[in-house]
């Protein structure tokens, strides 16, 4: 079953690559017309690679007159022979070439390093350039994303954006990834998500519900895209560029544009690569000798014979065996496989870009288990011939798979099971269950027949329509439609249970039907004009959305066989865990007003109203706003004059609100729902019909410098983002029948922070250049104020003045001289240790992060590293010796009359004083660390040897991922420090090629 | 060219139009798996169910559901019925240790399951008085079966916390920071509910099985308050209501068969079905028994001082008690069930009315009718096969008749509902009976902790002495 559906997507993947290879050889190139001559001239315009540039403003100097080269870089145009000719393309430098008599003039343009500030921005309802912007926007484009080895697009992000903290949550693939921009605004988990926007289509940025061991961190949306698929992702974070999103904005805007079909010659790509993951790491544990060691004097130093019941590592297991757990449980190699298709051309009018993909992925555990996923994109523009409709229609489909073992940790024994305890597998490669009854345990492997197979299908589509009324004029509208549909089974057959414990279970499968849609419709009106000096531009829209998503959750049980689960026909008893639907409606006007004078100066105001169903009657509506401004001081004589190595200066800033109404579905409502047993309702939720909406308002002062002729790039930003009356589930006490409610706190959560990003030039020479860029943040995050916080429910949760990401901890105060236990502070003297001792507020998150980057190009190779570096603390678990669990070999120095451990037991009281360290300032350690999270190498092969075999360009690539860590974390992964025994970071060497047709 | 006109306009008018915007489209429909609480009480059907979904929680629900954290079990730890045989259970060796930390997870469930039943009651009764669309006869029946329910859950809130907040709304700005009531007032409170329970209901089970509540549930609830708060006269014209229903209720001379569904011994049973799905046997089934395969996952077992305080010839030692080989353990044998599929053998018991038995013997002899209280026990020592006492010619005092009846109330009903815990707390014993198998016992450990998760949310909660 599993090879036909692996072979029909390969059978799928020939047919899309042969359609796209038919389509590149039955498109034609369009002819020129030559224009009426005064003096004729012609001539070609390529790259620096000799590849014609179609598209290039050819003008005569000092006139209106100009023209554009055609899809082979071929213009001609008629000028006075003592004339000037102006070549001018978006990315290269301009050049200005004297006519001087001459018929033909062919040029190679120079690409433009310093034009950076010319790209294209996309700001959502707009586009700008860096150069002009007036907020704060950070770009990631394709070649920094698409050789990446990864599942989701977000993952590609980390270490490589100021302000923006990517956390992954798991090391499975198609777990969903924690993204912060400009830290943590809410109080709430899931008040904390971006908005992700896929080609102007809001997408649910909330992790997928799972069954399966995804459970934790949830299933990403973004999975299914294609990530050789997206040409750019912007993520807008300041106020002057959020608060066009109004109510969903707070936490900052991803915006995905996917790559368009470009004019010129139809060109075919491939690309494969294929490599290896494998955990990077391994937790110093105690060996067999010193673990044994270590429980034999926990008897002695409590004074205890050890019984079979207490003991049987010591007086049943074999006191000689030692097994790698580590190794066991996830030392594997798991294998990455990609492949890429995608074709695109097209005339004046229409362009088309066809793409396919496949990527699978295995894991590092114990079992065999993978991912794949299948993608089609599609992306059609037109353009009449007086210019006046325009139509882009792009279409991103995407199916994906992942099977996993279900209900079944498979990291947390591998650190626990002491070193001796028996095999897991029996010689004959069942699982051994007697070793394990034996001494009254289950095998830790029980469960490991179940299986989770989980399918999502997604389809991102978008059509924008717009007509240019007048000249300046245009109305437009996009029409999207996103659907999401995710199918999970979860297998749980008998076989993966003891005998002893099977008798009273049945073969269970657990179905989970996902369905996600919402359809937007978004009509809007620019204007833009220029008056002198002065360009005014001004959008008008409004936005009606719906969205609705539907979840069931079935399990079926008592299957005769083991065979017939998952058909649920076969299952005796079939019941709907839950069933639960919501329909989210959302309608806005928004709008735009640009201002600039003479390219010096920008002002641009921004507005939403936003109504949201997620609220009650009467508190629905609300506004938001902001104001951003720019003066580019480089532009003014006295600037140019004083300071001449300075290139480019801006200054600018903005202010303004944004909202969160990330909150869930039908919080008003006062409802009963159905109980699990039969024919009963219960209320389970307490509605409060009053809460409204989370505002945040963001202030942002920065200051961008291009020095050197732009050879050197600097922009330093300071933020201010404050949240206040706090959309949160108010936590409270269970008397009252419930543990939280939704409403807004009087509470305001403020991140503040400095961002820095650097590039600089270092070598430019023909065959070998240097680029390195940085990107530092500092974020600091405070809980403000919080009226009467000391009678609310968050008494003993926050600290007014420190970050919302704090832990309240004991203070360790050394070991007891009597007991020999860990003590701690007992702050208010009444001789117990409670919440009212734990008055150190630990800060979890990060003090700095960021990233370096370096392209180095020499001759045809080129080679791209980039380090990721984070200043943080992190707790480090597993010291509890005497205990019946392996422990770090640290513990091992508890044998000396001087060290920094408890006393060797494995009394209550021990195990007691080693649960409150694990809540106390002791096992605090330093988790910084600097990470090479990704390394390419990519040759370019000459193309004398490509024209031979007929291919226009190709490249050879390495990739690494994560391939080096330095870190003084003694746990896992510095990325995940909460006990040390979470990683999340594979590292991932692979190898490709990719040609162009 | 009028074609373009007819565009331009049409998109004019599309784009003016869709700049006003309404808020009737932000209206969304209640989604299908909920309703909204005012329709709830807007047919008998919808509100009756209501108060069977209360039911069906009582059976998940931590305090009241059998399985580890409730009543039963843990109640049963902390006197001297059960023990713990799996030492890394640390939470649940607290409470056989009667060293029970503030922070105890265990705990925090016993206590926000209740308070979340309580709350169900509230949010009945509230409803009920809003409503003006129910029939007579259902509403009667609801309140009296709501208040029946919050009556019982406080009783149990009373007895192990002692001073608690007493919550008689769903208002959750109020509730989150009450104060805690004397057990003075939550006595009044329990009172009043049962005295308006017995006047609403009848004796019908209105669903046939003896899992909804009826009059004499609030009869014999009557009766036990009264007994725990001393008013002789009331236990026993209570019990006795409940004893003379010979035609609902009475002994079943067969021990094996008392703790079936529908038995006729059943006052007030839990039923199964609340789990959901199609296993269908008790929680105590599940947690008591051990399975002669994986003996090693059953955490609880009886102490051997409670197995020997049985006579050989006792009944209920044969047929409510059974004996682990392989760890060597004795175990409670009650329920016999652990592994019923969609069928169910047994419903959780709750009340029965050997208690009542009890109650009533104990109110005697306070009342000095020493015959009467003597014949009342061998109703059940007649049954559990031992010699009748009242043709004993040797006098007992007082004192030995209540320590007899303590005694018996231990034999009958061990692992009922921590009947043990609270009999020596209520006669003052604790201190006696406890400190021989808890060393570090205090007797201040008679009341568990209030949870520290609930002193952190409500600063107007106070924690229980000796925590």
Known sequence: ?997 | MTKTIYIILGLLILASISFLSCEEFLEVDAPENKIVSEAVFNSDETAASAMSGIYNELFRAAFSGGWENSVTVLSGLSSDNLKTIRENDLNLREYSENNIQPNNSRNLALWSSAYSIIYMTNSILEGLEASDNLSEGIKTSLEGEAKFVRAFTYFYLVNLYGEIPLILSTDYRENSLATRNSEEDIYQQIITDLNTSRDLLDDNYRHGDRTGVNRSCALALLARVHLYKENWEEADLASSEVISNTQQYEIISDPNQVFLANSKEAIWQITPEGRGGPLGFTNEGSIFLFLSIAPGITKVALTEELVNSFVERDQRLHDWIGFNEDTQNYFVNKYKDRRSINEILEFSMVLRLAEQYLIRSEARVMKNNFAGALADLDVLRVRAGLPILSANNEELSKEELLDTILEERRKELFTEWGHRWLDLKRTNKADYFLPPSSEDWENTDIYYPIPAQELMKNPNLTQNPGY
Not at chain 1, 959 to 975: A, H, I, V, W
């Open chain 1, 1 to 997: 079953m599993k090879n036909n559906y692996s072979r029909l997507k390969w059978v799928a993947l020939i047919i899309i690559g042969g359609i796209l290879f038919f389509l590149s050889k039955s498109a034609h190139a369009a002819t020129t017309t030559p224009l009426p001559l005064q003096q004729a001239i012609f001539g070609v315009v390529q790259d620096e690679n000799g590849l014609p540039i179609p598209g290039v403003t050819v003008t005569v100097k000092n006139t209106n007159r100009g023209t554009v080269t055609n899809l082979d870089g071929e213009y001609s145009i008629s000028a006075p022979a003592n004339g000037t000719l102006v070549f001018s393309y978006i990315g290269y430098k301009t050049v200005e070439i004297p006519v001087d008599n001459n018929e033909e003039i062919s040029i190679q343009l120079e690409e433009d390093i310093s034009a950076l500030g010319e790209v294209k921005i996309n700001a959502g309802y707009y586009n700008t350039t860096e150069r002009e912007s007036t907020g704060n926007i950070s770009r990631v484009t394709a070649k920094e994303i698409e050789q990446q080895p990864v599942v989701s697009p977000i993952q590609a992000l980390a270490g490589r954006m100021a302000g923006v903290e990517i956390t992954p949550n798991g090391n499975l693939p198609g777990n969903a990834s924690t993204i912060r921009i400009r830290g943590t605004n809410s109080l709430r988990e899931e008040g904390n998500f971006p908005l992700y926007i896929i080609d102007g289509v809001p997408i649910n940025s909330t992790p997928l519900e799972s069954n399966s061991n995804l459970t934790f961190g949830g299933i990403d949306p973004l999975n299914t895209l294609n990530l050789s698929n997206i040409e750019s992702i912007e993520v807008l974070k300041d106020a002057d560029a959020t608060a066009i999103y109004g109510s969903r904005g707070a936490n900052g805007v991803v915006l995905i544009t996917t790559k368009k079909g470009k004019q010129g010659k139809t060109e075919l790509q491939a690309r494969v690569y294929t490599g290896a993951s494998t955990v990077s790491n391994r937790i110093d544990l105690l060996n067999t000798e010193e673990y044994l060691q270590i429980r034999r004097r926990a008897f002695v130093n409590d004074g205890l014979e050890p019984t079979e019941d207490n003991a049987y590592d010591l007086l049943i297991w074999d006191q000689d065996r030692y097994t790698d757990w580590q190794d066991i449980f996830f030392g594997r190699t798991a294998q990455v496989t990609d492949v890429n298709l995608n074709a695109n051309g097209g005339n004046e009018n229409t362009a088309f870009r066809l793409s396919g993909s496949y990527h699978s992925q295995g894991t590092v555990f114990i079992g065999d288990y993978d991912y794949k996923k299948v993608t089609a994109g599609a992306h059609v523009s037109h353009t009449s011939d007086n210019n006046k409709l325009n139509l882009d229609l792009s279409l991103n489909y995407g199916v994906d798979l992942n099977n996993l073992v279900g209900y079944l940790n498979l990291t947390a024994n591998a650190f626990t099971l002491p070193p001796n305890a028996p095999s897991l597998f029996n010689e004959n490669n069942t699982l051994n269950w007697s070793d394990w009854a034996e001494v009254g345990l289950e095998n830790p492997l029980s469960g490991f027949y179940n299986t989770s197979r989980t399918q999502a299908q997604n389809l991102n589509s978008n059509l924008v329509v717009s007509y240019e009324i007048l000249k300046g004029l245009r109305l437009k509208s996009n029409f999207g439609y996103t659907n999401f549909r995710s199918d999970e089974l979860v297998k749980r057959p008998k076989r993966s249970f003891s005998p002893a414990t099977r008798g009273n279970i049945a073969n269970r499968s657990n179905h989970l039907f996902i369905k996600r849609n919402s359809w937007i419709v978004e009509p809007q009106i620019n204007y833009r004009n220029s008056i002198g000096k002065g360009e005014i531009d001004i959008i008008l829209g409004s936005t009606f959305q719906q969205s609705e998503r539907k979840n069931i959750a079935l399990q079926g049980e008592g299957y005769v066989s083991e065979s017939l689960m998952g058909n649920l026909n076969a299952a005796e008893d079939i019941i709907a865990t839950s069933n639960s639907n919501a329909d989210y409606r959302y309608n806005a006007i928004f709008a735009r007003l640009g201002l600039n004078w003479d390219k010096k100066y920008y002002l641009n105001l921004t507005g939403r109203r936003d109504g949201s169903s997620r609220f009650g009657p009467g508190n629905r509506i609300a506004n938001f706003g902001a104001i951003g401004s720019a003066w580019i001081f480089s532009e003014e004589e006295f600037i140019k004059s004083s300071i001449p190595f300075l290139s480019f200066g801006k200054l600018r800033g903005s202010y303004g609100t944004t909202g969160n109404d990330q909150i869930g579905d039908y919080g008003y409502f006062d409802a009963y729902e159905s109980t699990l047993g039969p024919g009963g309702l219960y209320p389970n939720q307490l509605s409060n019909p009053e809460y409204s909406w989370e505002v945040n308002k963001k202030l942002e002062a920065a200051i961008e410098l291009g020095l050197f002729e732009d050879q050197l790039n600097l922009a330093v930003s300071w933020y201010r983002n404050r949240s206040s009356s706090q959309l949160v589930g108010f936590s409270l006490p269970a008397i009252t029948g419930f543990t939280s409610v939704q409403a807004n706190l009087p509470a305001t959560a403020q991140n503040t922070g400095w961002e820095v990003e650097l590039s600089s030039y270092n070598i430019q020479k023909e065959n070998f250049s240097w680029r390195t860029s940085l990107n530092f943040t500092i974020p600091r995050n405070e809980l403000v104020s919080y009226p009467n916080i000391e009678e609310s429910s968050y008494a003993n949760t926050y600290r007014v003045g420190e970050p919302l990401n704090i832990s309240l901890l004991y203070d360790y105060d050394g070991i007891n001289p009597e007991t020999g236990l860990y003590q701690f502070t007992d702050v208010n003297n009444d001789d117990a240790l409670d919440y009212q001792d734990r008055m150190i507020a630990w800060n979890r998150g990060r003090e700095f992060f960021g990233g370096l980057d370096n392209v180095i190009s020499f001759k045809n190779f080129s080679l791209q590293f980039l380090w990721e570096f984070v200043k943080q603390e992190g707790m480090l678990a597993m010291f509890n010796a005497g205990s019946l669990e392996n422990q770090r070999s640290d513990v091992y120095q508890s044998f000396d009359s001087n060290n920094r451990f408890q006393q060797i037991s494995r009394s209550i009281e021990a195990s007691r004083a080693y649960s409150d360290a694990l809540n106390s300032t002791f096992p605090i350690e330093n988790a910084s660390f600097l990470r090479l999270k990704t390394l390419n190498l990519t040759y370019s092969i000459p193309s004398r040897f490509l024209e031979k075999i007929g291919l226009q360009t190709g490249r050879l690539f390495l990739t690494g991922q994560n391939l080096f860590t330095l870190s003084p974390y003694k746990g896992m992964d510095p990325e995940a420090p909460a006990r040390g025994t979470s990683f999340t970071a594979l590292r991932t060497i692979t190898a490709g090629v990719q040609i162009n047709l």
